[in-house]
């Protein structure tokens, strides 16, 4: 067992009432290693805040969080922050690439810590093997603002796994793109997801979308039900 949520809630004041609203109401979950399943539900269900939750860049209100064997409410600040770095990569809706910063440059980002000169000769190979996965080889010195929206999530999927994450999280990935541009990135995602037995949780509101992941669940009423 990889991740393991455990009757997780969060509740956020209401914008039009004095009331609060339980986004999440006992959500749990379990994730094996290398399992890719995705999380669909409407705007505004809590797919986000339950991403965020898992990635601790949010905190719950209650319940627990079980890493690899570890409780992280247990964590400090700091050691969250290197958890995030070592086993957690994150995708977002739109790119966040440094556009100053070639595409080797950006996918190196996440590499920037790291002080061992073999370290970062190893990392070094690594986003040339993970540009040439996706592509890339010829555009890996161009800048972000030469390529197509497609062509920079496939720089941001890569730079998520720059590190050897062992969970990836996909909050809307492909939310900004056409239908074939989308589906390529969900087809990337999954192969590397096999190709390195990452487990991936994806986020979204569309069933074409997350009919590729294993496993399927519903965010409804603030708990996630297996579909
Ligand atoms: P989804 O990702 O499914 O669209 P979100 O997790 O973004 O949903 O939001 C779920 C609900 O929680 C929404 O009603 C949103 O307005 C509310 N919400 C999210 N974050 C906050 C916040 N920081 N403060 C208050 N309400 C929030």
Do not use: W
């Amino acid at each position: 067992m990889l991740l393991k949520l455990i009757d997780i809630h969060k509740a956020y004041p209401s914008v039009q009432s004095d009331n609060i609203r339980h986004v999440l109401n006992g959500v749990s979950l379990d994730i094996e290693s290398g399992e890719s399943i995705a999380i669909l539900g409407p705007s505004g269900s809590g797919k986000s805040t339950l991403l965020n939750i898992i990635g601790t860049l949010d905190k719950s209100d209650s319940g627990e969080i079980i890493f690899d064997g570890n409780k992280l409410e247990n964590y400090s600040e700091k050691q969250l922050s290197r958890f995030r770095n070592q086993h957690v990569g994150f995708v977002f809706q739109s790119h966040h690439l440094l556009p100053q910063c070639s595409v080797i440059e950006n996918v190196l980002v996440p590499t920037l810590p790291l002080k061992d000169p073999k370290l970062k000769k190893d990392c070094h190979s690594r986003a040339l093997e993970l540009i040439g996965a996706v592509g890339l080889v010829e555009q890996k010195d161009n800048l972000p603002g030469t390529l197509s929206g497609g062509e920079c999530q496939r720089v941001a999927v890569i730079r998520a796994l720059i590190n050897k994450p062992k969970l990836l999280l996909a909050d809307e990935p492909t939310g900004s793109l056409d239908r074939q541009n989308a589906l390529t990135i969900i087809s990337l995602l999954k192969q590397l997801n096999t190709e390195y037995n990452t487990s991936l949780i994806l986020v979204t509101h569309s069933h074409e979308i997350g009919s590729g992941m294993e496993k399927k669940y519903e965010l409804k009423d603030g708990q996630l039900i297996q579909i």
